[in-house]
């Protein structure tokens, strides 16, 4: 049931609303010619929004169509990333669709785990889910834009885009709130896929019974990290507000909207073009990016054949 | 009988707790009772998804899953 919107639904009709939430998403966002001949690139962790993600735009991908490719990242957490690339396996090879893996011990020569380690040595200043987060999103983006992806589709979900724009507002971080996208972000500079976010309206509970319905529900794994996530609290409360109030989590997103719209009219566009970090050639929003600028603290090597090839 | 009482099996993750409830029970007693926001859980019965309304009169087996991404 959707308390918010009181609507009861049966198993094919939940189907249904949830794969047309995200076609209507599509459609309203990115439109029907801006789909056709293009190539999604997935990033796809092996939990239930991203797989959901990918089950749907799979389907959709033969209505409209366009490409998908699935785009994973190990980052070496022992027992628990492996658990979900097993999953996300046997899922990629029913769908029959592509997947690339790449690893941070390729990229950046040390696990997550291992970056962890040396973090701890060092008086652990930054989080897991930082360094996770960072390294994360360069692999994403240079790999999507490598093959040749016109978008790069992440799970965030309703819940997901709540939280962080809660975050950033007790943050007080209004250069965050204007770089956090709505369903389709602006292409900045060539160098950076556009990120499109499908189940930007669905809430993780939608998902969750989506993939349970679908039979993609990811076994139990958790990430031994997830204590350290600064969102924890946000998301506790945003989740008993949503409890007393149901809907709370809509109307935040609408207000999100309204604000990032009014600011960025307010708002010289062109400071919030990227540089190109002087290490790595990559886009950044300072001379150095946010991954050459861990990496360097965490004393890891530069591999510029994969670190997106160096500056040109 | 609204008095007679059922056995509930709750099963969350690994973890299983038997519960004695009323006959009739509703799944959000269940919750509250447990101290669980519906808002974060997915409630099964014989696998399937019910609402946080729907009402218990037998003895069953419900699984509760969360509904957090871990990382």
Known sequence: MNKATRTNYCKEHFIKYFEYRIEDTLLKYVGERNLKGKIIAVATSGGKDSTSLLQVLSKLSKKYEFDVIALAVDEGIKGYRDVKLDFLKRIVARLEVTLYIESFAEWFGRTLDEMVMISLKKGFEIK????????????????????????????????????????????????????????????????????????????????????????????????????????????????????????????????????????????????????????????????????????TYLGLKYNPMRNGGGRQ | MLTERIEVRVRIGKREKVMKVKRAVKVISILRDLNINPVEVVVLKDGVPVTEEEVLVKDTCIEIISVVSGG
């Open chain 1, 128 to 295: 897991p889910c930082t360094l996770c987060g960072v390294f994360r999103r360069y692999i994403l983006n240079v790999k999507a834009r490598e093959i040749g992806a016109n978008y790069l589709a992440t799970g965030h979900n309703l819940d997901d885009e709540g939280q962080v724009f809660l975050m950033n507002i007790l943050r007080g971080s209004i250069k965050n709130l204007l770089r956090e996208s709505g369903v389709l972000s602006r292409r900045m500079h060539e160098k950076l896929v556009p990120r499109l976010k499908p189940l930007y309206f669905l809430s993780e509970k939608e998902t969750t019974v989506y993939s349970v319905l679908m039979q993609i529900l990811p076994p139990p794994a958790e990430c031994p990290y997830v204590v350290f996530a600064s969102r924890n609290f946000i998301r506790k409360w945003l989740n008993v507000a949503e409890m007393e109030n149901p809907g709370i989590k809509m109307k935040l997103l609408e207000v999100k909207e309204e604000l990032c719209e009014k600011l960025v009219s307010k708002t010289r566009l062109e400071i919030m073009v990227p540089k190109l970090c002087n290490v790595c050639g990559e886009p950044s929003a300072e001379h150095m990016c946010k991954a050459c600028q861990l990496r």
